[in-house]
């Protein structure tokens, strides 16, 4: 099946959209990449969420509007993707997470705007569309749902390795020499530091990490964020922007802009060393906007001594595009009745098939169910 994978994080600076044939092939599942493109939200669209994102307060008029005006934008962007290689099977779209309800640790609930009915309507195709929900009702934390892709991709070494995704927050898939894996949300990524640039510098992003190289890090302020007890949580676990916001930070202390984005930075930077270190992790393959940010890279390198990273692009994955890569590949394992979860990531009874689908302009013909859950991601170029 061709299959377009629609994105858009916790940074909402805008769709990420990739295109793949996929194909089962024996024990492997096959992913040819195909072309990637990014489509930027709106400015009405931006402020919508902005507006309405915790700890802000919103009302279902906008709850509403912000789910057509994402809809109509991800349909938009699902077309650029068929357009873009001339044809498509299936789009698979993980939405907006505008909530992930998080209580004592466990997950009750998630919700993610962007009406799949336009999608359909647009490019004439099905939409597997809301992924989340259902490893929830069955315990789990529907997140990180990359963790499927990244068992897939990266059998089991000598030693210890991990898929590092550096989105709005950080997340890490760790795959031991043995045992079962685990996944989990470290913290922050780029969340708080895109919003300190945004808000004290009129920039969307610290662009390689230049405002922070030249700050210097509050230790005593870097000490109280990191004495949050999200960081002391045993995996698996998530979070979001529901946590990590303004009212994390607290009252900015007075320092300049390139100490905030210093301390910022050097938050994130610690907190995923202090889980490579505790996971005794050896290699380390990351992908997501974060490996742009070339001092939080070289800030993770100093304080990871002995880790290897692996870029994802050396394994055929364009980083900026993985996880739009991850939810073609939910989409597809969904379409032929295969579950796209692995409990010990997300932390379910069991696995669940993902995913609501939303029938294009034509009757709903799904393949004969798959016999069994491919074990290895093999993907190959032309």
């Keep these: 099946m061709r299959v377009v994978g629609l994105m858009s994080g916790t940074s909402y600076d805008g769709i990420d959209v990739a295109v793949a044939d996929l194909a089962?092939?024996?024990?492997?599942v096959v992913l040819r990449p195909l072309g990637a493109l990014e489509r930027p939200h709106?400015?009405?669209?931006?402020?919508?969420?902005?507006g309405m994102l915790p700890p802000a307060s919103t009302t279902l008029a906008d709850v509403c509007r912000l789910d057509t005006l994402l809809g109509q934008s991800f349909a938009s962007a699902a077309a650029a993707g068929v357009e873009l290689v001339g044809g498509a099977d299936l789009v698979v779209s993980h939405g907006q997470t505008v909530y992930h309800w998080v209580w004592s640790g466990s997950v009750l609930g998630t919700l993610q705007l962007g009406q799949p009915a336009w999608i359909a309507a647009s490019t004439g195709l099905p939409v597997v569309s809301d992924?989340?929900?259902?490893?929830?009702?069955?315990?789990?934390?529907?997140?990180?749902?990359?963790?499927?892709?990244?068992?897939?991709?990266?059998?089991?070494?000598?030693?210890?390795?991990?898929?590092?995704?550096?989105?709005?927050?950080?997340?890490?898939?760790?795959?031991?020499?043995?045992?079962?894996?685990?996944?989990?949300?470290v913290g922050p990524a780029n969340a708080l530091i895109d919003l300190c640039a945004r808000s004290l510098l009129g920039e969307p992003f610290d662009r390689d990490g230049a405002h922070a190289r030249a700050g210097v890090v509050d230790e005593s302020w870097l000490a109280r964020l990191l004495d949050h007890p999200y960081f002391d949580q045993p995996a698996p676990k998530s979070t979001g922007k529901e946590l990590f916001h303004t009212g994390y930070?607290?009252?900015?202390?007075?320092?300049?802009?390139?100490?905030?984005?210093?301390?910022?930075?050097?938050?994130?930077?610690?907190?995923?060393?202090?889980?490579?270190?505790?996971?005794?992790?050896t290699e380390v393959v990351p992908s997501g906007g974060g490996v742009r940010n070339l001092f939080l890279m070289e800030r993770l390198a100093a304080?990871?001594?002995?880790?290897?990273?692996?870029?994802?692009?050396?394994?055929?994955?364009?980083?900026?595009?993985?996880?739009?890569?991850?939810?073609?590949?939910?989409?597809?394992?969904t379409f032929h009745g295969l579950p796209a979860t692995v409990?010990?990531?997300?932390?379910?009874?069991?696995?669940?098939?993902?995913?609501?689908?939303?029938?294009?302009?034509?009757?709903?013909?799904?393949?004969?169910?798959?016999?069994?859950?491919?074990?290895?991601?093999?993907v190959v170029s032309d």
């Design 343 to 378: 409990p010990s990531c997300t932390g379910a009874s069991a696995p669940s098939l993902l995913g609501s689908i939303t029938p294009g302009v034509g009757p709903l013909r799904l393949p004969p169910p798959a016999p069994a859950m491919p074990s290895l991601l093999r």
């Design 131 to 185: 992924l989340r929900a259902r490893d929830i009702a069955v315990g789990g934390q529907g997140a990180p749902l990359a963790s499927i892709l990244d068992v897939l991709l990266l059998p089991p070494g000598p030693s210890a390795r991990a898929a590092l995704n550096l989105g709005g927050i950080a997340n890490l898939t760790v795959i031991p020499p043995a045992g079962d894996p685990l996944a989990f949300d």
């Design 24 to 28: 089962l092939e024996g024990a492997d």
């Design 42 to 50: 709106s400015p009405e669209v931006v402020a919508l969420l902005s």
């Design 249 to 281: 930070l607290g009252s900015l202390p007075a320092l300049s802009a390139a100490d905030v984005l210093a301390t910022l930075t050097e938050l994130t930077a610690r907190t995923i060393a202090t889980d490579l270190a505790k996971h005794a992790i």
């Design 303 to 333: 304080l990871a001594p002995g880790v290897t990273f692996r870029p994802i692009d050396s394994l055929g994955i364009p980083s900026d595009a993985k996880e739009a890569y991850l939810f073609a590949l939910l989409g597809f394992l």
